[in-house]
């Protein structure tokens, strides 16, 4: 498993000797947590453990670590603007990618801005050179403070698209998945296309659906009475102040609001309160990936604003987490 990505074993023997780290936690992302035992033999100095929770990105590294004198957080950069103890080492982890030029093709564009998660960072300048050869241009923008590293996109930050949509005529997003790529989008208006890194394929992304079914969410929250404002404990989601700002607008529209503070928030902890829907101001993949196991009452802030009139209706953006 963890054959398939480049990992800088030999530096994080030095951060760990530096620390003069002993005990160390690690965090793994659900789709590496089979890699444990090479971890192991890797690490084999070091008295090792491994967190059982889950974990969705540098958003959420364990803050307590009481007992360890370092923790390993795999698979994802750090949030620069975020204050992490000096005990949390970030490992990131680079996928084995090869992209076959001769089948990369974007027709009919020229200028286009390029975006990857972080797995897939080190292809933006190879597809950037592949683009050049082809007579065009790639584009790669730094983004706001959340994001490490330029081109890089997260699943709440659209930033290094949005500050250059009006230098380029469409995007390509690396990614797992269309989530990302969808986003940008929505919040570009520019066309965008996805890189599935696993086959090659080059997907146009179609955003009507996803828009029709937020709106219908949109319409159940027009029509709560009793909402929900969920705030998430973890360091780099908790918007304590916007869900402030939401409870005054909300109330201000008519309608009751309490704020419910959560560390993991899962659909049972919510089922015994009486609200008709929920604004999360959380991971917005919570509400938009999730939905359904949240029995679809579930909105982002950007779509209560609709709901309730703060902005009007046919404006539709996408949640983005730029401050805390
Ligand atoms: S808030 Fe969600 S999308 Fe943003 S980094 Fe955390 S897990 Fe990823």
């Not at 957080?73 to 030029?101: A, C, Q, T, W």
């Not at 939905?291 to 679809?296: I, M, N, Q, S, V």
Request: charged fraction near 30%.
């Amino acid at each position: 498993m963890l054959e398939n990505y480049l990992i800088d074993w030999e530096s994080i023997v030095d951060e760990l000797k530096r620390k003069n780290a002993k005990k160390v936690l690690i965090e793994l992302p659900e789709g590496v947590r089979s890699g444990i035992f090479e971890i192991e033999e890797r690490l084999k100095d070091f008295d090792l453990a491994f967190s059982g929770e889950n974990v969705y990105g540098a958003c959420d590294t364990i803050n307590d670590m009481e007992g360890f004198d370092a923790v390993l957080h795999f698979g994802h950069s750090r949030i620069p603007n975020l204050n992490y103890s000096d005990k949390v080492i970030f490992v990131e982890m680079r996928r084995r990618v090869h992209i076959d030029e001769s089948k990369f093709e974007i027709p009919g564009f020229t200028r286009i801005g390029l975006l990857a998660t972080i797995q897939y960072l080190d292809l933006l300048p190879k597809i950037s050179d592949i683009l050049k050869r082809q007579g065009k241009s790639g584009i790669i923008s730094r983004g706001d403070e959340r994001l490490t590293y330029p081109g890089q996109v997260l699943g709440c930050d659209f930033s290094a698209a949005t500050m250059i949509k009006d230098k380029v005529d469409c995007f390509l997003v690396i990614a797992d998945g269309e989530f990302h790529a969808t986003g940008i989008a929505i919040s570009t208006g520019k066309e965008t296309f996805a890189l599935d890194p696993n086959t090659g394929i080059i997907r146009k992304i179609d955003t009507e659906t996803f828009i029709r079914k937020r709106y219908a969410m949109v319409e159940k929250a027009m029509n709560a009475k009793n909402i929900g404002i969920i705030v998430s404990k973890k360091i780099g989601q908790k918007r304590f102040n916007l869900a402030k700002f939401l409870k005054e607008k909300i109330e201000g529209s008519g309608r009751k609001a309490s704020i419910i503070m959560m560390d993991e928030i899962t659909p049972q902890k919510l089922a015994n309160f009486p609200f008709d829907i929920y604004v999360n101001t959380a991971c917005p993949r919570i509400s938009l990936d999730d939905a359904e196991l949240y029995d679809f009452k579930i909105v982002t802030p950007q779509e209560i604003y609709l709901a309730i009139g703060e902005k009007p209706l046919d404006k539709y953006t996408v949640d983005m987490i730029n401050e805390l």
